[in-house]
């Protein structure tokens, strides 16, 4: 949720012009403004671009950086030396920095990220040392001292109307890091990234290669990082000092105090930090102790920093002035609507549509083929053994058993989140053993979670759209200019109509717009099965996905199954609940221990005796 | 060579000290208080203060280490707490503790003036000889006292209810507190013996270092350093880390060049992470889990 959602669309553009106008106003005169006001311009602007580079991995994927500084100081150290030493072209410098500085970015996160999370802050904590100290002990970086940075060119003398180039140079590289950032929030990718935060397993179960993502994010975040380092390099000395660790604390402050995960946030934080020291004049040792005050003030008592504080003041003043409604959705207490004729049909366009984009492989040809699976965690005990699984196409089979009988271990070995042990799986007739949990999207598996895994502080809408992820090419490189392509306005289009039919076809339209934190369970199960049959999936794996409905809803989910069935998907349903599962499924699967009991039609299955015994315990 | 090692250990064992105060509040709350090393400098100052006013300096260096302790517990309760309660899976406590760091530095310098004053000196005139080495009294105590509070946290952590109950509400503070532990005494009292850790280190170095505000910011990541080394599975882990950075400094310091300990140390750590990316002596482990419980909160599947 930006600022800018809460705006009337119609009003967007315009919005957008004037804040760009006044921005242009603020720059040029800026630029005609003292010598120290400039400096403080300067400084604000390149830990604005630090700050929104940082709020990219931190506040999108969850990665607390604490690289930035030394990111930072490699893009002002090889401007300077690159210039002084070398006599480079300064803008061809730029170009060299964002990639050179993206490049270590990317070697940085593939050897943090094999341990995500704590682990990635460290690395990256002792990437930062390791740089400042590595500049401090050598001859060519000027040791402690630092080296004199290069003059930025004045304008010509045609522009020289316009004021001090460098203050333009500075704010033109804020504006377009906040308009990358901008275009990446409001593009498909975002609830993706999300998703890769908050709940990685549904974003792979998508088709998304969440490491990738993840190191790609951040080697962007490098290169932004670099980019300040070339702006950083004009503002005169480049000495260590100026990148030590403190600096990348520093950065994240900016992020938390500003408002992390929004646009205008970590500028607002940044030019805090920056310009409060420089204007309050009291003594240094009494303005740190404020200063560290305010972080544990902040933090403490408002999380989200000043974005946050501003909107809930906003929305007071709203609601005294009975402006705008209560800020709380809309939320009504009614039974999901029955399933629209239309959205059904759609949905099932996309079925047979995906059937004529598969392999060729015949309609005998089971979904899934498990033979001999065997698999244990660790060096434990076996929780699969000798497991034979086969799932006809266009049939829903059941697989049930008691807890801890390896019915999720099954499923996430068929999905490839798992490897397993011994013995083979095939998908349509593929050999999949090699493949991971992205390739194997590639085959028409779609897959939902035992507890909705899913991402809260998104819409319905939002999370179902992280499941479609796979049928939006190229989706990755063009999120940095999503807003401006035409095809990406077309593809928004149909994203959002496939969403919508989607949702209709589970019954949760109404639910769309409604974050899922504030949705009840029932909505956020039937919104995971909206993600995993919006791109038309073949084979669907459900996971408990009866778990915590209500007994209408339970059959309301059951007619979705069934329609799902009639229009050629092949569906594994992991249950506890027998009766429905024997009424539901063509075929029944029981495990128990590990080892299947007894497989076949739904009918025979259930009057078996050892399954009596073992499950239904009879 | 017998001075470099001796030497080592010396220096290794204050660095230990740090590392474990911020393995044990690490290992009840998983938080790691960046306040840890200003937490030393606490020690030094208050301790220095006291004898300045003419107390016994061993009864000022007791206040010091008690001074430690109590600012660690309301760093715990201020700083951290609200933090945990808001979303307890949240990396806000990176701020708010640099925040806690900051006003303590800058709170001392403010109060005692940010030059360095005089420590009283306890033990430092005697000097043992081991082999070819030369320590002085107040190093071979230093490694001594070092040594003991690891072993003696150690087992105090694997013998007694107080003990286990940490790595109970680490493990999951709702369903300790379930059973009817208090979490908030537990993960206080933690923080107060991490303090209390860095007030020792604190009056140890003292003599050597005299009181100065900005101990806080050298003796921390050296702290911080040994805790990576040691890992966070056994807090005492970290006093192995320690004195390993300790050796490691001194080592490199005699045959690379005297400024070295400015930088080995974190070719080593690089070189650690790279190679071992689950840590030395098992660094890995809790973090992971740390780790897992943040990525997925939800819990992912069955």
């Known amino acids: 949720m930006t600022a800018a959602s809460r705006v009337p669309a119609a009003w967007r553009p315009a919005a957008f012009v004037a804040a760009l106008a006044g921005y242009g106003v603020f720059a040029y005169w800026a630029a005609h403004s003292t010598l120290y006001i400039q400096g403080l311009v300067l400084v604000a602007a390149v830990f604005g671009m630090l700050a929104v580079s940082l709020d990219l991995v931190a506040g999108m ?57 704590l682990y990635f802050a460290i690395t990256t904590f002792v990437f930062t040392l390791v740089v400042t100290v590595f500049a401090s002990d050598s001859t060519f970086t000027g040791g402690y001292g630092g080296l004199i940075g290069p003059i930025f060119p004045e304008f010509p003398s045609w522009l020289s109307w316009a004021g001090q180039s460098v203050i333009w140079a500075c704010l033109i590289a804020l504006l377009v890091t906040t308009l990358v950032v901008l275009a990446i929030r409001s593009s498909p990718l975002y609830p993706v990234l999300l998703a890769i ?10 088709g998304a290669s969440t490491a990738a993502v993840r190191i790609g994010v951040f080697g962007l975040s490098a290169a932004i990082a670099g980019g300040a380092g070339w702006m950083f390099a004009f503002q005169g000395i480049v000495s260590p000092s100026q990148f030590s660790w403190q600096v990348s604390v520093n950065i994240l402050v900016m992020v938390i105090l500003g408002g992390i995960n929004t646009t205008i946030g970590p500028i607002l934080g940044a030019v805090f930090i920056t310009v409060f020291p420089a204007q309050v004049n009291i003594n240094p040792f009494w303005q740190e102790v404020l200063f560290g005050a305010l972080f544990v003030g902040v933090i403490v008592i408002f999380p989200s920093g000043f974005v946050g504080l501003i909107r809930l003041i906003g929305r007071q003043i709203g609601r005294r002035l009975g402006l ?14 029955i399933v629209d004729a239309a959205a059904v049909s759609a949905v099932a366009r996309a079925e047979d549509h995906a059937v004529a984009r598969s392999n060729g492989s015949g309609p005998e040809t089971p979904a899934i083929d498990c033979r001999d699976i065997s698999f244990r965690y660790g060096d434990g005990p076996l929780v699969l053994n000798g497991v034979d699984f086969t799932v006809r196409r266009a049939t829903i089979h059941g697989l049930i058993g008691p807890n801890g009988s390896g019915k999720s271990t099954l499923v996430d070995l068929i999905s490839g989140r798992l490897r397993p042990g011994g013995g083979s799986i095939e998908i349509e007739g593929v050999a999949v053993d090699r493949e991971g949990v992205t390739k194997r999207v590639g085959h028409g598996v779609a897959r939902t979670f035992q ?50 039919d989607s949702l209709a076809f589970v019954g949760a339209r109404e639910w769309g717009r409604v974050r899922l934190a504030d949705a009840p369970h029932g909505i956020a199960q039937l919104t995971q099965l909206a993600a995993a049959c919006a791109w038309g999936p073949r084979t669907l794996i459900l996971d408990e996905p009866l778990a915590g409905l209500a007994p209408s809803e339970v059959e309301h989910a059951a007619s979705i199954l069934a329609k799902l069935k009639s229009s050629g998907v092949s569906i594994v349903l992991i249950e506890h609940q027998p009766r429905f599962v024997f009424a539901l499924c063509d075929e029944v699967t029981v495990l128990a221990a590990g080892e299947v009991v007894a497989s076949g039609p739904a009918a025979a299955v259930r009057s078996n005796e050892q399954v009596r015994e073992v499950y239904l315990g009879q | 060579m017998m001075q470099v090692l001796l030497s080592g250990l010396a220096i290794g064992a204050i660095y230990g000290l740090v590392g474990m105060g911020f393995a044990i509040a690490f290992y009840v709350t998983r938080v790691i208080n960046f306040a840890e090393g200003q937490l030393l400098m606490v020690g030094v100052m208050v ?12 009864v000022a260096v007791v206040l010091g280490i008690l001074a430690a302790a109590a600012v660690g517990a309301v760093t715990y309760l201020v700083a951290v707490r609200p933090v945990l309660a808001f979303d307890r899976f949240s ?49 071979v105590v230093t490694i001594a006292v070092a040594v003991a509070a690891a072993i003696g946290f150690e087992l105090y952590r694997r013998r007694t209810l107080f003990g286990k109950l940490g790595m109970a509400i680490a493990h999951d503070p709702e369903m300790a507190t379930a059973l009817g532990a208090n979490t908030v005494l537990v993960a206080t009292a933690a923080f107060a013996l991490a303090g209390a850790f860095a007030g020792l280190a604190g009056v140890l170095i003292g003599p050597i270092t005299y009181s100065n505000p900005y101990l806080g910011d050298t003796y921390g990541i050296a702290g911080f350093v040994a805790l990576m080394i040691g890992g966070t599975a056994r807090p005492a882990a970290a006093m192995a880390g320690g004195l390993l950075l300790g050796i490691l400094g001194e080592a490199a310091n005699k045959l690379i060049d005297t400024q070295a300990s400015d930088w080995f140390p974190f070719v080593v750590v690089v070189v650690m992470l790279l190679v071992l990316p689950e840590g030395l002596l098992s660094v890995g482990a809790p973090f992971r889990q740390a780790v897992r419980r943040v990525r997925s909160p939800a819990g992912a599947t069955g």
């Open chain 1, 61 to 117: 994927t969850g990665l607390y950086s604490l690289g930035h500084a030394g990111l930072f100081a490699l893009g002002a150290y090889a401007t300077t030396i690159l210039y002084n030493d070398h006599h480079w072209n300064l803008f061809l410098i730029l170009p060299a920095c964002l990639l050179g500085v993206g490049a270590v970015g990317l070697v940085l996160g593939a050897v943090s990220l094999r341990v995500s999370g």
């Open chain 1, 197 to 206: 935060r908050d709940a990685e397993p549904f974003a792979a179960s998508a």
């Open chain 1, 324 to 337: 705008a409604g209560p800020a709380a959705p809309r939320v009504e207490e009614e039974q999901p609507g």
């Open chain 1, 451 to 500: 507890s909705a895994v899913l991402v809260n502080e998104l819409s319905a809408r939002q999370n179902v759209q992280v499941g479609l992820y796979s049928r939006v090419p190229r989706l990755a490189a063009r999120s940095l200019a999503w807003p401006a392509l035409p095809s990406a306005r077309r593809d928004g289009r149909r994203l959002r109509q496939t969403v919508e």
């Open chain 2, 47 to 58: 301790a220095a203060w006291f004898a300045r006013t003419g107390l016994n300096p061993w």
């Open chain 2, 91 to 139: 990396f806000a406590w990176l701020v708010s503790t640099l925040g806690v760091a900051l006003i303590l530095e800058n709170g001392a310098a403010l109060i005692w003036g940010p030059t360095s004053r005089s420590f009283p000196a306890l033990l430092t005139g005697t000097s043992v000889h081991v082999g070819s080495a030369t320590l002085t009294l107040q190093e």
